[in-house]
């Protein structure tokens, strides 16, 4: 139990900031957390890609990010693009 509590708390204190933020909607833009992982004719990119898209998506879980928030954040830029 005190290893998710603290887990929680880390990952919060990693991504709730500012630079942390940024990082975490770069994550969510290039690891198919809004769209679609496959790669039309080969089976064996698309499996990768759902892997890269399931451990962003474990991020988020752990941080307890809500559909709402999600979206918002991934819609937001952070002035380098």
């Excluded at 990952?11 to 790669?39: I, K, N, P, W």
């Excluded at 991020?59 to 830029?77: A, C, M, P």
């Amino acid at each position: 139990m005190l290893d998710r509590v603290r887990r929680r708390q880390d990952y919060a204190r990693v991504f709730r900031g500012e630079a942390g933020g940024r990082v975490l909607r770069d994550l969510m833009r290039r690891h198919f957390v809004l769209r679609s992982t496959q790669a039309v004719g080969d089976s064996h990119e698309s499996a990768f890609n759902e892997g890269r898209r399931a451990v962003v998506l474990d991020v988020l879980h752990t941080l307890r990010v809500r559909e709402d928030e999600l979206i918002r954040q991934s819609l937001e830029g952070d002035g380098n693009e």
